[in-house]
């Protein structure tokens, strides 16, 4: 097998959903959080179980965990864009929320459930930042009444999407502990835990790529793991053949509109031939339509 990508969901969870690796989980949790949110222990409430794959090898495997604060983590890398992204992201979320409410409880003793959604995909195409932290707000004074609701949104693709890429420019982008993970789950090819630049050598990321190096799998985890890079390849494939036909399908109609327009103002067809590059028929084509309009 070639090296392991941290960015398939089984990866991910062998490197952060394991009792040995909290440390890591640690780390990244707190990469993304503010000040206040920061946990030195963590308590794994669904830790890493290979046995899950026999059931359904393209299951959704988050990372669900309390801090020593009472507050609740859900860390789920996403592998392709599918519908209602957006809802499942707050249903996961809610089900964080409510499930810590036990027989006999009331509600003060729920805590701050924070969602933390990790996407190999631009979900929020509007924003240039990798990095979104959502919450509920008054719409006109932006009071945070609801504090317990907090949902980030970490977009890979935004830190880096370049496969030529190389070391020194993926060093120029690293400004603070988040861009540190967001590199090696973007290019850990790039990486050698023995031989890190000085601004990337932290223990955590030392120890990631050495989990990532000397990762084994059972044959079930294989299977599913080889069964989840399919599908991140087949999507991958299908958009860029979507945005290409987009593309190739927005050339065409600029020129038919140019060809239109050229017609409509008296241009012969042997100078309308030679500034769109369209053929002769599909310029008889268009005279057509314009003399039945």
């Not at 989980?25 to 959080?33: R, Y």
């Not at 009331?106 to 459930?113: F, G, M």
């Not at 030529?164 to 290019?187: C, G, H, M, Y």
């Not at 059972?218 to 399919?230: G, I, P, Q, V, W």
Request: net charge negative.
């Amino acid at each position: 097998m070639n090296l392991i990508s941290p960015r398939v969901d089984i990866a991910f969870k062998k490197i952060f959903g394991v009792e040995e690796n909290k440390d890591l989980l640690i780390s990244l949790i707190n990469s993304i959080v503010s000040k206040e949110d920061q946990v030195s222990e963590l308590t794994l409430l669904n830790p890493y179980n290979p046995k899950n794959f026999k059931q359904d090898k393209l299951s959704i495997l988050d990372v669900k965990a309390r801090g020593e604060n009472g507050r609740c983590f859900n860390i789920e890398i996403q592998i392709s864009d599918e519908a209602d992204y957006d809802k499942r992201a707050l249903y996961y979320w809610d089900k964080l929320y409510t499930e810590q409410l036990k027989v006999a409880e009331d509600y003060s003793s729920l805590s701050k459930a924070i969602g933390i959604h990790i996407s190999n995909f631009t979900s929020i195409p509007n924003v240039d930042k990798y990095h979104n932290v959502f919450h509920i707000t008054e719409k006109q004074t932006r009071i945070e009444y609801f504090k317990d609701l907090e949902l980030h949104t970490i977009e890979l693709k935004k830190f880096s999407d370049n496969a030529q890429e190389k070391l020194p420019d993926l060093i120029a982008k690293i400004r603070n502990s988040l861009d540190i993970w967001v590199a090696f789950l973007t290019r850990y090819d790039l990486l050698k835990g023995d031989n890190l630049p000085k601004l990337l050598d932290t223990k955590s990321l030392q120890k990631a790529i050495n989990v990532l190096e000397v990762m084994n799998f059972t044959d079930e985890e294989r299977d599913a793991y080889e069964d989840h890079l399919k599908w991140l390849r087949v999507e991958a494939n299908t958009l860029k053949k979507a945005e290409a036909k987009g593309k190739a399908e927005g050339e065409i109609k600029s020129k038919l509109e140019i060809a239109k327009n050229l017609i409509a103002m008296g241009f012969d067809e042997k100078a309308i031939l030679d500034i769109t590059g369209l053929s002769a028929e599909e310029i008889k084509t268009i005279s057509r339509v314009i003399e039945v309009l």
